[in-house]
């Protein structure tokens, strides 16, 4: 792996596209976390006079997507369980009074989005993760006064929404 990493920092020095070494990490993915021991492997990148130790992480962003090192995408389902969340904080505070058609519109274009991006590569199919992000849906659906006292899945009906077990 080493190996590998000089060879993309030479090829990045000869195109000259440097390597922000502040932004390099390293990450092992493995699948329980008490052997982590077996894996402090150390890898550098070199800048000219200057060897540089990259830091290792349990967990990382790119694009959007939280990995981390069992893959099991904990971290990034609670970042977007939170951000919709406070999306909704927003639409109850702003719109008091919502009709069904109005709702649907607000929650599909403000909320969805969060919910559903780059789940081809972190669906989960673990029932308290899905759980987790259904109640997302379940407490929008409440927010329609008219709905309220209905059971989840007959306001999904009067919606016309399914649930995000499903969608996924």
Request: charged share 25%; with cysteine.
């Amino acid at each position: 792996m080493q190996n590998d990493i000089s060879r993309l920092n030479d090829w990045g020095n000869e195109w000259q596209l440097k390597l922000n070494v502040d932004k390099c990490c390293g990450m092992t993915y493995r699948p329980i976390a008490s052997i982590s021991n077996l894996y402090n492997t150390k890898y550098y990148l070199d800048n000219g006079n200057v060897h540089y130790e990259l830091a290792i992480t349990d967990s990382v962003s790119d694009l959007g997507v939280r990995f981390d090192s069992k893959l099991a995408f904990h971290d990034h389902i609670n970042e977007k369980v939170n951000k919709a969340y406070g999306i909704l904080g927003i639409i109850k505070r702003n719109f008091i009074h919502l009709d069904s058609k109005c709702f649907v519109l607000l929650y599909k274009v403000t909320v969805t989005p969060h919910m559903e991006y780059a789940n081809s590569v972190w669906c989960t199919y673990k029932k308290g993760d899905i759980e987790i992000i259904e109640k997302v849906q379940k407490s929008a659906t409440k927010l329609i006064i008219s709905l309220k006292k209905l059971s989840y899945i007959e306001r999904l009906k009067q919606l016309q929404l399914p649930t995000l077990k499903y969608r996924h």
